[in-house]
């Protein structure tokens, strides 16, 4: 079992930044992956981004240039810093830990961008 516990999300005015957190109960270098989704109301969970154990990273294309995901093995923790954050960017944003067959779930944080 991994536990996984996300943190950083709040109200952001359009063109402003957020920095989320994912804090992970072993190490993440045990992951294949890890990875952010949202899920927005109303709408299915979708990717967002992800860093595989080897470095190499993966944006969804709408927010390509404008996120980044990055990683502190020593913290066990996966962060996505978001610029130029737009309303469309809001929902609940959720940590992914997959390993082997195992997919694993943070409790979600909500991110709402609005003026």
């Known amino acids: 079992q991994v536990q996984l516990v996300e943190s950083g999300g709040g109200l952001v005015q359009p063109g402003g930044s957020l920095t989320l957190s994912c804090a992970a109960s072993?190490?993440?270098?045990?992951?294949?992956?890890m990875g952010w989704y949202r899920q927005a109301p109303g709408k299915q969970r979708e990717f967002v981004a992800r860093i595989f154990s080897g470095g190499t990273t993966y944006y969804a294309d709408s927010v390509k240039g404008r996120f980044t995901i990055s990683r502190d093995s020593a913290k066990n923790t996966v962060y996505l810093q978001m610029n130029s954050l737009k309303p469309e960017d809001t929902a609940v944003y959720y940590c992914n830990y997959y390993n082997s067959g195992h997919d694993y779930w943070g409790q979600g944080t909500q991110v709402t961008v609005s003026s």
């Open positions: 072993r190490s993440i270098f045990s992951a294949n992956v």
